[in-house]
């Protein structure tokens, strides 16, 4: 199938179930038929908006309307514009805007990010599926018959906006070619079944969910047990109500779900495999013993191009290797020549910091299909014929790649250079931390300093000295990475894709009403800082000339 729209169409006569959603069930044929019904009420309520496609943003949690406007806009010839409900309703605003969105779904609980915020939608183009006013919409297109007409490959498919987690979302286009292509790939890669049975618990408006779920699951006839929100809590539970057998995820998912307390029938349960990225070492191990699952982590972008996954010879920590063959390697990001292979000593730890650059894909910039109206973006993606991914990483003698944070992870820390993630895996071993993202806060000379936010699991309280302590053993902790600050939260700021947002952590920094340690020279000892230590901290910024680098 050449387009996400054949995919739909090819479940038009299918009466399996394919959608279940808390006490209901749709069949694929049912699905497809409320997709048909939707496309035809778009297309009569939205003219076609001169020379490009008609967008229909969907501001909702996870809900049947999500899935079904995500059949409705393919089959329209339409591209679907996913919202993130966790922005504000300024952000929304400029999002709508900016991807030129004609229609907006939304519902009770999010439509207040939408009223009177600025977008330039009349009132009536903001439909809310839980008013009667919706249920009237939808009336007369009833029964609708599926489009006449068939979408190109080249047409977009879906705009889907990044995290936002290094800055501000930005478009990613998905063509209907592009999403169908991706969605074989996807069958493979975790063969999935028609028997299968798929958690959903992702937000719809985001890459990971529909790539990695429901549209191999469509295309497979597989039945998607559909969730409004991820909870830790209702995890397991839905694992063993629905017979699940494949979950996606990505970011702290597995974390939360650990930190619940265990089912008796957690090890025997139908669960055979978890699919996704950013999980740690320890959360991947720990989760597939609960589960007796296999525990599959990858790298991927919404923008496509390349995937890098792992193999049964990858090391430790390790990416993996670029899938298909693809020429990835590791760029300085100032001159462009390939980094070193990575250099190890005994404990594991990198020692040639300038084995760090950035993942490119030599030659595949014609496969990244592009940002939404934004050249500066681009920009930074496409240089040449190569595919720069703003991504971070090293490689060994092996060919083995290593995450090394994002391109805004870099820290600088009396005179030597290093990377957030190698430091944050030696952090997220410390006994009862959940969670320990670091980032470069501005050191009162010159430089960087160290911060550390952690995340401790529940019923676990931080203590300094056990941190510290652990910190001293552990011999691949390099001397300048030890943080100077430790910010203890309750919960870490999550994108809408449940990827940590260090963005408002950095502004914080140790300006903030939770508890903040500081560490005393260059010792294992931490102690609470209180507003003398501050006041400190400011006279030193104040003697050396930098007191406008201080957090506000």
């Known amino acids: 199938m050449d387009t996400y729209a054949e995919i739909i169409r090819s479940r038009a006569e299918d009466d399996k179930v394919g959608l279940r959603y808390e006490d209901n069930s749709w069949s694929w044929r049912e699905v497809v038929q409320e997709s048909a019904d939707r496309a035809a009420a778009l297309t009569s309520l939205v003219p076609q908006p001169g020379d490009r496609q008609i967008h229909v943003g969907i501001l909702l949690e996870n809900v049947p309307d999500f ?64 008013s009667p006013e919706y249920a009237e919409f939808l009336a007369p297109f009833r029964g609708a018959a599926l489009p006449e007409t068939v979408p190109t ?70 039945t998607v047990a559909m969730t409004r929100k991820f909870s ?18 990505v970011g702290r998912a597995l974390s939360y779900t650990l930190s619940r307390p265990e089912d008796p029938r957690d090890a025997q349960s139908t669960l055979e495999l978890a699919f996704g990225t950013e999980a740690s070492e320890t959360d991947v191990r720990r989760f597939s013993e609960r589960y007796g699952c296999t525990v599959m982590e990858g790298y991927g972008l919404s923008e496509g191009v390349f995937r890098i996954g792992r193999t049964p010879q990858t090391p430790r920590d390790s990416l993996g290797i670029p899938q298909n063959g693809l020429d990835i390697r590791v760029l300085d990001e100032a001159t462009g020549i390939e980094c070193p292979p990575a250099e190890f000593d005994s404990d594991g730890r990198l020692v040639n910091a300038e084995a760090i650059g950035e993942m490119v894909a030599i030659g595949l910039a014609h496969t990244f299909e592009g940002y939404y109206k934004n050249p500066g973006a681009m920009a930074d993606r496409v240089k040449g014929a190569d595919f720069w991914s703003g991504d971070l990483a090293y490689r060994d003698s092996d060919g083995y790649f290593y995450f090394a944070g994002r391109s805004s992870d870099w820290l600088r820390v009396d005179s030597e250079n290093f990377s957030a993630a190698p430091v944050e895996r030696v952090l997220q071993r410390v006994p009862g931390v959940a969670a320990a993202p670091i980032f470069a806060v501005p050191d009162p000379r010159t430089g960087d300093q160290v911060m550390v936010v952690v995340e401790m699991e529940d019923g676990v309280s931080f203590d300094p000295k056990t ?5 001293d053993e552990q011999p691949d902790m390099g001397a300048k990475w030890w943080p100077r600050f430790v910010r203890v939260i309750d919960r870490l700021p999550l994108t809408g894709s449940n990827k940590v947002n260090k963005t408002p952590l950095r502004r914080a920094a140790w300006a903030t009403d939770d508890s903040v340690y500081t560490r005393v020279g260059r010792t294992r000892e931490y102690v609470l800082l209180d507003d003398g230590g501050r006041d400190a901290i400011e006279a030193e910024f104040r003697a050396h000339g930098r007191l406008a680098m201080l957090p506000s």
């Open 67 to 130: 899935v079904f406007w995500l059949g409705a806009g393919p089959l329209a010839g339409a591209a679907v514009v996913g919202i993130n409900a966790s922005r504000s309703g300024a952000e929304l605003a400029h999002d709508i805007s900016h991807g030129d969105v004609d229609v907006v779904i939304t519902e009770n609980a999010l439509a207040h990010l939408v009223d009177g915020t600025g977008h330039g939608l009349p009132p009536e183009r903001i439909l809310n599926i839980d």
């Open 153 to 222: 490959p080249e047409e977009k498919a879906l705009l889907l906006f990044s995290s936002g987690s290094t800055g501000a979302p930005k478009a990613v286009i998905v063509g209907q070619g592009r999403l169908a292509r991706l969605t074989a790939a996807m069958v493979d890669r975790v063969s999935l079944r028609r028997d299968s049975v798929t958690y959903l618990c992702m937000p719809l408006f985001h890459g990971n969910a529909v790539m990695l779920n429901l549209a191999p699951a469509m295309c497979v006839g597989a």
């Open 232 to 249: 830790a809590s209702k995890f397991g539970p839905d694992i063993h109500r629905y017979g699940v057998t494949y979950v996606n995820y």
């Open 467 to 471: 941190f510290g302590d652990f910190l």
